[in-house]
């Protein structure tokens, strides 16, 4: 048989080959795919914890609104529910909404529902803004009784940056029918 002896500096090549053959073995095969689930895995935990502190913010947000809820509740600030027909003084706090000059109102006289009335009066009235248009609805809303805007429309026939804005809608006033004549 042929024996050869192979010199040490190829021996030392061929070693350093097969070491680094090694290395990239594990690199594509171990270390890469390793890393990439690594950074899904981090990925997925970022996802989760901003779901878990969203969760977290609204149980928070929900258990606020309840115990404004019932400070409410136990609150004598409700809004009264007056005795039948409160339509003077709805009619006056328009008045002085609008400062003395009404715009297009229609009431469509009180439902009744048990022993609670529901009037609606519909509007229709001009705006400058929306700015503007936003305080009148509020001071609509919050004459002092229970009421209720319903059926809202905004419209502009030109800029809305030059004013024009026509605002109409219903708003629902609930008053007691009891004391009904």
Same mark, same amino acid.
């Given at each position: 048989?042929?024996? !050869?002896?192979?010199?040490k500096?190829?021996?030392a090549?061929?070693m350093a080959?097969?070491a680094? +053959?090694?290395?990239l073995?594990?690199?594509?095969?171990?270390?890469?795919?390793?890393s990439?689930?690594?950074?899904e895995?981090?990925a997925?935990?970022?996802?989760?914890?901003e779901?878990r502190e969203?969760?977290?913010?609204?149980?928070?947000?929900?258990?606020?609104m !309840?115990?404004e809820?019932e400070?409410a509740k136990s609150?004598?600030?409700?809004?009264?529910l007056?005795d039948y027909?409160? +339509?003077?003084?709805?009619?006056?706090g328009?008045?002085?909404i609008?400062g003395?000059?009404?715009?297009?109102l229609?009431s469509?006289?009180? !439902?009744q529902d048990?022993? @609670?009335g529901k009037?609606v009066i519909?509007?229709?009235?001009?705006?400058?803004?929306?700015?503007?248009a936003r305080?009148?609805?509020?001071?609509m809303n919050? +004459?002092?009784f229970r009421?209720? @805007?319903?059926n809202?429309?905004?419209?502009?026939?030109?800029?809305?940056?030059?004013?024009? +804005?026509? @605002?109409?809608g219903s708003i629902?006033?609930?008053?007691l029918s009891g004391?009904a004549k």
């Open positions: 048989m042929l024996r !050869k002896t192979i010199p500096r190829l021996c090549v061929i080959a097969a680094a +053959l090694v290395a073995v594990y690199v594509f095969a171990v270390q890469l795919p390793v990439a689930r690594l950074s895995i981090e997925e935990t970022g996802e989760l914890l779901r969203l969760a977290a913010e609204t149980a928070a947000e929900c258990e606020r !309840k115990s809820i400070a609150s004598s600030e409700v809004s009264p007056p027909d409160n +339509l003077p003084e709805i009619m006056l328009f008045s002085e609008f003395g000059e009404l715009p297009d229609r469509e006289g009180i !439902k048990g022993g @609670v009037r519909s509007f229709r009235f001009e705006a400058g803004s929306f700015a503007d305080k009148t609805l509020a001071g919050g +004459l002092g009421s209720e @805007v319903e809202l429309s905004l419209g502009s026939d030109g800029d809305l940056r030059s004013g024009g +804005l026509t @605002v109409s629902a006033f609930y008053e004391g």
